[in-house]
Structure formats: C-alpha cells, structure tokens
C-alpha cells in the first residue's frame, strides 16, 4: 500500500525558514519522482516543486524559485523541501504525492494534480505577516 506521510508544517513569521518532509513507503521509491503541492482557502492545488528519480533533477512554480529547496534520500524514503523567506502568501496547506505509474518517474506532469493518485494528508504552513 502505498503511504506518504507529511511533517513540518507550522505558524511562522514572514521571512521565517520552515522544511517539511514527505515520508514514503509501499513503493520503490527511488523509481518515482516525488511532487509537492499546496492549497490555500478557496484556491485550487497548486504544483509547487518536483524532483525526478535518477539523478534529482528538480523543478519548482515561478513563486517559489530562489526560495524553496526540493531534495531527496532514497536511504530513508524521504523528500524534503526547505522553504526559506516565507512569505504570506505561502500560506496553505501542503501535500506530497506520487504517480506509481510509467510517467510517474519524471516532472512533466508536476503542475496537475489529476495526474497523481497518491496523496499524504497534508501539513499546513501559516505565515504570519
């Protein structure tokens, strides 16, 4: 069964660091790129960074590029993003998930969350102004 487990999230203030980590399990993991998104209150899911397998090669929204770090260790099934200079509008919750599915070990479909079948609960970010 495939399972992924989300940490980290917390009440920050703005300009804050946070690092949330995705725990995965039930799949080979170091087969599947790994996708984080997030959703604020009365907006629509939002794909805001993804790392391939292979060599991690990494990809992230225009709102968060310079600001946020996507890394992963296969040794402990885990991917973490390190979110720094926070800002308000980074506020939502974030998800991790996956695509245990032959397109599921690139990022070329990072920005749909259709396309993902596999969800961890989430962990909520609030940054404060």
């Known amino acids: 069964e495939v399972q992924l487990v989300e940490s980290g999230g917390d009440l920050v203030q703005a300009g804050g660091s946070l690092r949330l980590s995705c725990a995965a399990s039930g799949f080979t993991f170091e087969d599947y790129a790994i996708v984080w998104f997030r959703q604020a209150p009365g907006k629509e899911r939002e794909g805001v960074s993804c790392?391939?397998?292979?060599?991690?090669?990494?990809y992230y929204d225009n709102s968060v590029e310079g600001r946020f770090t996507i890394s992963r260790d296969n040794a402990k099934n885990t991917v973490y993003l390190q979110m720094n200079n926070l800002r308000p509008e980074d506020t939502a919750r974030y998800y991790c998930?996956?695509?245990?599915?032959?397109?599921?070990?690139?990022?070329?479909?990072?920005?749909?969350?259709?396309?993902?079948?596999?969800w961890g609960q989430g962990t909520q970010v609030t940054v404060s102004s």
């Open positions: 998930a996956v695509a245990v599915r032959g397109y599921g070990s690139t990022c070329r479909r990072f920005r749909r969350p259709g396309d993902y079948p596999y």
């Open positions: 790392i391939t397998r292979g060599d991690g090669t990494t």
